[in-house]
């Protein structure tokens, strides 16, 4: 069945370092693979979305890029701030999806 | 912009007791969703419509029912709620196959 797995549940930076957080998943088919974020006290948003193999969308400096191969979507911005503490969570929704499959969430914390 | 507005957003209830989470959407989308979020669980489905009169059974629908009298409303029913069903719930809305959903603000339950 379709599945995706973000691996680290809390992720804690100083600013101005590298984020770099975690999405494989399991799909029969093609899917379509998104970032939501949700900030505290705040409903989840779309963060990221990628349609194509190896395309890299981009939003408030994060990218990530689809990877068929090793089945990856991970987040990453070349240089953390404190307003992106928050939740993110990886989504798949499969080609043709009628339901989006989130991640666990993980929880990213950036410190002064 | 899309709007998917929850009501209440806070509740308190008495274990046994019913209760009833309502959610309307403006954009029109045919696909509208319950999810509860849980530390260490993410967001996980409950039930699903596919339009006015369906519903459809979630990842974990034991011990909710739910209600799509229109395409604009989608309500969660706690027949006899428990103290486990402490949590707060999402609904959201989207079409399908299409690029993104919406979420409500949520609701925190409390059933003690």
């Not at chain 1, 379509?32 to 409903?43: D, G, K, S, T």
């Not at chain 2, 669980?41 to 029912?65: C, F, M, Q, V």
């Not at chain 2, 719930?89 to 959903?101: D, H, K, N, R, W």
Request: net charge neutral; charged share 15%; glycine share 10%.
């Amino acid at each position: 069945g379709d599945s995706v797995t973000q691996t680290e549940g809390l992720v804690t930076l100083t600013e101005g370092l590298p984020v770099m957080l975690n999405c494989t998943y399991q799909s029969t088919y093609s899917p379509f693979l998104f970032w939501y974020v949700q900030h505290l006290n705040e409903a989840p948003k779309l963060l990221l979305k990628s349609f194509t193999d190896n395309k890299r969308p981009e939003h408030q400096g994060f990218h990530a890029t689809l990877h068929k191969s090793s089945s990856s979507f991970h987040l990453q911005k070349s240089s953390a701030q404190l307003s992106d503490s928050a939740l993110y969570y990886c989504a798949l929704g499969p080609r043709g999806y009628q339901n989006f499959y989130f991640g666990k969430g993980t929880s990213l914390t950036v410190i002064p | 912009e899309a709007a998917v507005t929850q009501s209440p957003r806070n509740k308190v209830a008495v274990t046994g007791g019913k209760v009833t989470l309502s959610c309307n959407q403006t954009n029109n989308h045919n696909n509208m969703y319950w999810y509860r979020q849980d530390t260490g669980h993410g967001l996980r489905l409950i039930h699903y419509s596919y339009g006015a009169g369906s519903t459809e059974k979630g990842d974990i629908p034991d011990g909710y029912k739910a209600s799509r009298p229109s395409q604009e409303n989608f309500s969660l029913i706690l027949e006899l709620a428990t103290p486990s069903q402490t949590s707060v719930y999402f609904c959201a809305s989207g079409e399908p196959g299409g690029t993104e959903v919406f979420f409500g603000k949520g609701t925190r339950l409390t059933v003690v």
